[in-house]
């Protein structure tokens, strides 16, 4: 298992014990970079630790805060507008650059779904 596929799989299992998501934002809101296929994604964590990791070790979120979502609001307002958009979700990104899986929100759903 790759080191993302590992992040995901932690991600849902840890969202579904503590009902709820970490996001990170600054005073331009909740970032959503291109990723290397020329895709935006928007990443979320799935405990605050990582979530703080992320915003002071990588030079392009310092700055940024951490914010908790509530499960019920972010698989529902969160992910639905992220489909809208045409905006993947972003799983425990990690690393130097803050990398990780990118999936479309109804594989979200699914990946929900199957680990409850």
Known sequence: MSISAAQASCFYQEIILYQQVWGIHDSGGFPAPVNRDGERSMPFWSLQSRAEKVVSTVAAYRGFEVEAIPLAVWRTKWIDGL??????????WSGVRATGYDVQPREVRAGLEASE
């Open 83 to 92: 489909d809208r958009d045409g905006i993947l979700v972003g799983l425990n």
